[in-house]
């Protein structure tokens, strides 16, 4: 048995949406900017996906821009409103994917905003209080704080972040990346500036994205070079990987309820089973709490052992694929910014395993038995 729990990193194509990509790699391979027959067909197709993502998001097709991927949308959105709307101070938490983090420092860096960070509780929870009172001290601010947090699965009330920010006048982006496709945003309700998605966290190819913006909010594209999706974003469109991001996100939503019940019940299963064969497992962030993490993601907290240094190896050694932490950060020692940030105990093993509506009963039976040996 090869075990996949590492869906938060990237999740498997489904056939059904390479199906209707494969149209576009082989036929309808026009440049969409060309007028003649070959072009148009291949703009149809990516105003017809765009459209498809905008009936699923209750928004404006005019609002829904074509991205390399969630960094590339995150970085348009961060840069493209401090430069445009003279933006002098930024509120963000220390547990932001990188390309949040890494943007907001740079711009800090360059002397452009002064950086503050929102409190957070010890399961790293938002302040919401702490994030009024910085709303307060610093007007005309721009406010970028996560949905779902894609390293200890905790879920932020991004309704009441909105609220917050309409009240007191700020821009407000939330990284959406690990939650769409998995939750319902309806933009007509959720009082937001920015969104944004990636295909390949719900199914979908990897190398394309998408960015909402607020038609309140205009702003300057981020890459410069031509006049596709609408003078908001230069170079050739990546035809195929939007037509698979709009049939990939459209799966995601006509089956929401369904995966959503067959992947929180491995999820739970998992947790009630690690505590039996496990004594003193413990789980980071909120991770283990069904109401406040996403249903996708949990963080164990193993205890402290000499196997913890070879624990991704061992499983790996067993066929199992699942993370140590966020996966864009593979390969560095420098330990997760997350766990850090929330003070994760550095003694004990932290492994996160994400789930996907192909996981089975079965794949977790065999995981966790396996992580149970490594600990007897």
Do not use: W
């Not at 074509?66 to 348009?76: K, Q, R, V």
């Not at 920010?165 to 998995?182: E, F, L, N, P, S």
């Not at 596709?228 to 990939?248: C, D, F």
């Amino acid at each position: 048995m090869h075990v996949y729990l590492d869906n938060a990193a990237t999740t498997i194509l489904d056939p059904i949406v390479l199906d209707a990509m494969m149209p576009f790699f082989k036929e309808h391979f026009g440049n969409p900017s060309s007028i003649h027959t070959h072009g148009r067909e291949a703009k149809s197709a990516i105003e017809k996906a765009r459209k498809t993502v905008a009936s699923l998001l209750n928004t404006s097709p005019s609002e829904i821009f074509f991205t390399s991927g969630g960094t590339e949308a995150d970085n348009t959105a961060i840069t493209s409103s401090i430069n445009g709307f003279n933006i002098k101070h930024a509120i963000t938490s220390p547990i932001e994917h990188h390309a949040v983090l890494h943007t907001l420092e740079h711009l800090e860096k360059e002397g452009k905003i002064q950086l503050h960070y929102v409190k957070l509780n010890e399961k790293g929870e938002v302040n919401y209080d702490d994030l009024e009172h910085l709303l307060q001290n610093y007007s005309h601010c721009f406010v970028s704080l996560m949905h779902g947090n894609n390293e200890i699965g905790n879920l932020s009330d991004i309704s009441r972040i909105g609220e917050l920010c309409r009240k007191h006048g700020a821009i407000y982006h939330t990284d959406t990346v690990q939650t769409a496709g998995h939750f319902q945003h309806d933009l007509q309700k959720l009082k937001v500036d920015f969104i944004v998605g990636s295909a390949h966290k719900f199914h979908g190819p990897k190398g394309v994205g998408f960015l909402y913006v607020n038609g309140d909010r205009k702003i300057d594209p981020l890459i410069y070079g031509g006049a596709q999706e609408r003078n908001m974003r230069g170079g050739t469109e990546n035809i195929y990987g939007i037509v698979g991001l709009a049939k990939a996100l459209e799966m995601a939503y006509q089956n929401l309820t369904t995966h959503k019940e067959h992947i929180s019940k491995l999820k739970t299963y998992m947790i009630n089973s690690l505590k039996t064969e496990i004594p003193g497992v413990d789980f980071n962030g909120a991770s283990a709490d069904p109401e406040n993490s996403l249903y996708t993601v949990l963080s164990v907290s193993l205890p402290p052992s000499d196997m913890n240094e070879m624990l991704l190896f061992n499983l790996d050694i067993n066929k199992i694929s699942a993370s140590a932490g966020s996966a864009c950060a593979s390969g560095t020692d420098a330990g997760s910014h997350v766990l850090n940030a929330i003070k994760a105990d550095p003694e004990r093993g932290h492994i996160r395993f994400s789930f996907s509506k192909y996981n089975t009963i079965e794949e977790i039976d065999y995981t966790v038995k396996k992580l149970s040996n490594f600990y007897k």
